[in-house]
């Protein structure tokens, strides 16, 4: 049956920041919600190499799809100026991601600029980044040389034909496993790996990644196909329950639940009863974790985003480039965070009731996963 891909409408709305001096007192802002500000996912390109169905559709991201201009993009001084407020507003744990962030020119330089910068107690953030892995064999170093610690690398099957049929470019799966070797001999860990699960594409994948990765200190990660942005023609039918990979992966391999690692975690964590090690299953779709949800979204241009499923977000760049000085920036951060209501995951029907809505969000290459 033919991949339905909807036509891409321009999501990326504004909303209007808050006027100076909006942010209610105390050092740390938490949302409506209760929920504090402390991961932040930075995109560093809205480009990919690759064109996976649930994420770039070819059809609508193809030669004659419209990236961001260069200069559009956020500098690195600027996502490092912005980032340094973000640590001081009780951040811990900076993403890069993309789009593909290792398509960025030089984006160790940024990762070296990052790691220079402290949290709001003093201790270097956490940085991480997620990448499809194919430029990981010959970054790693780099990456790990200028302070990147851990790196989450998103494959979704071991069988070559599979993989190549779902990255939609031929990118061979030897080149994906190398790169993670490569992200291992350089020292980076624990290192992470993704798997998108899609009911009827790839879902027989599970048990021989989870066999491959089995006893090597890898994490590997099942996710729930998700409704993200609004061109991968997402149905529930192609959803595969979490509760459903678990029980498949028993049949094999008895497992047992493990506590969250820290608050906001979007995994539930497993480990393998014969001490095989851990697997995660990451689900949006079926057991929302949006109450301790505590993550931003910095897109390639520098808006602000409160949630994946956001349909719009709030420029920061007009800030930084207009020349507001720090408190002001900072400021209008705390502001946004503290009305921030967001937990689309677990209003999905509702929403989904609501067409004007639902249809209109934001692509997940220009805010990251
Ligand atoms: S749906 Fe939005 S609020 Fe819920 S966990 Fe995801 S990003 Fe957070």
Redesign the pocket.
Known sequence: MAERVIPLVDARAVRPLPAAGARASGPTPADRLGRPLRDLRISVTDRCNFRCSYCMPKEVFDKRYAFLPHAALLSFEEVTRLARLFLQLGVRKLRLTGGEPLLRKDVERLVGMLAALRTVDGKPPDITLTTNGSLLARKARALKDAGLQRVTVSLDALDDAVFRRMNDVDFPVADVLQGIDAARAAGLGPIKVNMVVKRGTNDHEIVPLAEHFRGTGIVLRFIEFMDVGATNGWRMDEVLPSATVIERLQQVHPLAPLEAAAPGE?AERWRYLDGGGEIGVIS?VTR???RD?N?ARLSTEGRLY?????SSGYDLRELLRGGADDARIADAIAAIWQQRD?????QRQAMAADTGRGARRVEMHYIGG
């Open positions: 979007t949006s929302p974790f949006c949800c993550r409160l949630c994946l499923f956001a967001d937990r689309y995951s677990e």
